[in-house]
């Protein structure tokens, strides 16, 4: 069972002190509670919290076993897709991917630009700082206009100022100017993410979406690996800037292949009905506010805890084999795309299987097996046991992280499926910034007992251990306490919006919605 808190749009469900009645519903108000006469003339809205309170439906069912009828299908059969919708998810993904590019492009030539601008590393760190901070402003901005406006010419405005944005980094002559770039380059990537979730996730067949998630989300892991590709082919001959400058080219080619996108059915639907409203635009968000201000809390937290888990799993485990391990750079870089192959094992296997399990589901078991990885880890000396620990570890944090698409999708309201998933990544990116510096200071303030060449080596692995087994527990406890909507149509609550009549029950109205959903899903 999986539900949200529209009303009229979605079914009502009983609660453990309230009994189940014929609901009947007239402009978003209840009329007759045959039941419940106390309850008549509330807003349906109303009803149905009154009907939650109380109830831990939602928690008992993650620990039932799955629906009988469901069933895990073919993944080459959702894998199928027709060619507009295979057009739409390849945009999302190369947009994403082409965000990673660059970004990873920072990291891996740190210590080139610091050269080239007389300055430490450490300085040249604080362009991605930068980075992370102004991502949540870009989803915003994006999202609004995204929603309002349609998914297609943002996002072309978004990779053509990503693409000038690039090219000027490589021009840059100090350190200010790079930053500066640095920090535009941070609000765009902010907007892109929403942008291309809601694109490939409005898109979608129902029962492809599992599957689809987790591919889009490891268009991550892929940029990353391009970038390693990139920095071994091009910077030993060429220098950092011709890195800079040729990465350009695969979001050129992805802005060419936006010009041709066309909107999702779910969108114009959508923007039909924003149009129809009487109400300002301003309203309309406000009124989203106050019915979903607890979701919205939520998503920011839930975002914050998986940021967390892999920026903390991520950004210092190359300086944990290099410092902690004296392991040389090239065999840092080998367990860097290790673990980027688990990532993207993790993300496909685990998002194809959530359809099956569910959403929620599949992101606590990723977190219980991924906590009981931490050992292997962390704990071995030996090169080989660390790489099978890196690749098990970002096979399950990813594998978390494949679901998320699909998840914040599902769980949006309304009309803001590109503002609020993004958002709340980004929100969640920002409270997660600091993590690979948490790891840092304290690794360092609490070094190994021993020496290595006369100096102290710091304890990354332990303080490694610490955080990610917390968040990962904070992780369990957040998705056990959410809700989920797998299987939600996207045009559900505008269909009911239009088919509804007064005094029409809303058991109707939802078989309406399966017998679209099931038509959708074929």
């Not at 189940?20 to 209840?30: A, D, I, K, N, Q």
């Not at 210092?316 to 065999?331: D, R």
């Amino acid at each position: 069972m999986s539900y949200g808190d529209n009303a009229p749009e979605m079914r009502i469900h009983q609660a453990a002190t309230i009994e189940e009645t014929s609901v009947h519903v007239e402009e978003g108000v209840l009329i007759s509670a045959n039941a419940n006469t106390e309850l008549e003339g509330k807003p349906a809205a109303f009803v149905q919290r009154a009907r939650l309170a109380g109830t831990f439906d939602h928690i008992w069912e993650l620990f039932e076993r799955p629906d009988p009828e469901s069933r895990l299908q073919n993944p080459l059969i959702l894998l199928k897709l027709n060619p507009r919708q295979a057009y739409t998810f390849s945009v999302a993904f190369l947009g994403w991917m082409v965000d990673a590019i660059d970004f990873f492009c920072v990291s891996m030539s740190t210590t080139e630009l610091g050269d080239a601008f007389g300055v430490e590393p450490s300085r040249v760190t604080s362009a991605i700082t930068v980075t992370l901070m102004l991502r949540p402003v870009g989803a915003l901005v994006f999202g609004v206009i995204a929603d309002r406006y349609g998914r297609r010419v943002p996002l072309m405005v978004n990779l053509f100022l990503f693409t000038i944005i690039e090219l000027a980094s490589g021009f840059s002559h100090n350190l200010s100017t790079f930053i500066g770039l640095r920090a535009v380059y941070g609000i765009l990537m902010g907007g892109e993410w929403g942008l291309g979730s809601s694109l490939a996730m409005e898109a979608l067949p129902v029962a492809s979406r599992g599957i689809f998630s987790g591919i889009l989300q490891e268009g991550y892991a892929v940029g990353n690996l391009v970038a390693a590709m990139l920095y071994y082919a091009i910077v030993p001959s060429l220098g950092w800037r011709a890195l800079y400058w040729l990465s350009i080219i695969p979001a050129v080619i992805t802005i060419a292949m936006t010009y041709f996108l066309d909107e999702t059915d779910a969108w114009k639907q959508a923007r039909q009905a924003q149009r129809a409203s009487s109400k300002p635009y301003y309203q309309i968000v406000l009124d989203m506010l106050r019915q979903y201000w607890l979701r919205c809390i939520y998503a920011v937290l839930l975002m914050a805890a998986m940021n967390f888990l892999s920026h903390g799993s991520q950004d210092l485990y190359p300086t944990f084999l290099k410092k902690q391990h004296g392991f040389s750079p090239k065999q840092a870089t080998v367990g860097t795309v290790v673990g980027n192959l688990g990532a993207i094992v993790g993300g496909m296997s685990f998002g194809y299987i959530s359809e099956y399990l569910g959403r929620r589901r599949t992101i606590a078991i990723c977190a219980i097996c991924g906590a009981c990885f931490i050992p292997l880890w962390i704990l071995p000396s030996k090169y080989g046991p660390l790489l099978a620990g890196a690749f098990f570890m970002q096979m399950f944090v990813q594998g978390a992280w494949g679901v998320i698409p699909a998840y914040l999708s599902e769980i949006s309201p309304e009309g803001f499926r590109a503002t609020f998933p993004g958002l709340s990544y980004q929100l969640g990116n920002l409270i997660s910034a600091s993590a690979s510096q948490i790891e840092a200071t304290m690794g360092e303030r609490n070094p190994l007992p021993e020496q290595r060449d006369g100096a102290k080596v710091p304890n990354y692995g332990r303080v490694q251990g610490i955080l990610i087994g917390a968040i990962y527990s904070c992780v369990l406890v957040l998705i056990v306490a959410g809700r989920e909507e797998r299987g939600k149509s996207f045009t559900q609550s505008i269909e009911i919006k239009s088919e509804t009549r007064p005094g029409e029950p809303l058991d109707s109205v939802s078989r309406k919605d399966e017998a679209s959903r099931r038509q959708e899903s074929s």
